[in-house]
């Protein structure tokens, strides 16, 4: 099995019980070794009352590209810790796509950012995540 068909079977095994990624509106795009892009439409229900793409949300979607990405080579594997910078809105209508890329893996624990931008290419937001691998696998190799 190459890497990428273990990130993608992996993939597939966790979005079978992802209920809070689905119930958002996010879909995967795209997922490989240590990356992940998952991608999502802004709805009336997913605005503050500024009128913007609640943080929460584009967090979440962020949140969701480290997770996919941290457990692509099919070992349990969860967050230790995150951050996120915002740094433009996102609006109703806007596709937001997050992009999680792997920094460093060492022993048990990685280190992932993830830039979350709208469909004209703006960065509305910049996460880091550290995972940490635990015991079990998605599926039996």
Known sequence: MTPKQRAEKSAAAMWSGDETSKWFGMQIDEVDEGRAILSMTV????CNGHGTCHGGVSFSLADSAFGFACNSRNKNTVGQHT?????????????????????????????????????DGTVIAEFRGVSRIINGQHFEE
């Open 43 to 46: 709805k009336p229900e997913h």
């Open 83 to 119: 951050f996120m910078s915002y740094l433009a809105p996102g609006y109703v209508g806007d596709r937001l796509t997050a992009t999680a890329t792997e920094v460093s893996l060492t022993g048990r624990s990685g280190i992932y950012d993830v830039k979350v931008s709208r469909q």
